[in-house]
């Protein structure tokens, strides 16, 4: 079982930055395809950006490309999200994602593991 604990979320204003953890247990972190996820109010979950097990491939949503970076440490079992020039519409609850069997699908039946959350809200 894999765990996975979100944090780094908080309220920023317009074109403001954060960056967001995600720290993983429970089994090999380099054998994990990691992503992140947003979800707001009434809306469904939508994958923002995933990124392979070495960290060489990334992919990303056309909403945040230009604006986010996925990383991910393999020492530190960590993946992150750096959120840059950050708009009123990124406001959302922010889910870490992880997948045993590699994949990098952007949708949200890729991935059988799954944080708690942490909240963005961008407003002036």
């Known amino acids: 079982e894999v765990q996975l604990v979100e944090s780094g979320g908080g309220l920023v204003q317009p074109g403001g930055s954060l960056k967001l953890s995600c720290a993983a247990s429970g089994k090999t972190f380099s054998e994990l395809s990691m992503a992140w996820f947003q979800q707001a109010p009434g809306k469904e979950r939508e994958g923002v950006a995933s990124?392979?097990?070495?960290?060489?491939?990334?992919r990303y949503a056309d909403s945040v490309k230009g604006r986010f970076t996925i990383s991910r440490d393999n020492v530190k079992n960590t993946v992150y999200l750096q959120m840059n020039n950050l708009k009123p519409e990124d406001t959302a609850m922010y889910y870490c994602a992880a997948d045993g069997r590699g994949w990098l699908g952007l949708t949200s039946d890729t991935y059988g593991y799954w944080g708690q959350g942490t909240q963005v809200t961008v407003s002036s």
């Open positions: 990124i392979s097990r070495s960290g060489g491939v990334t």
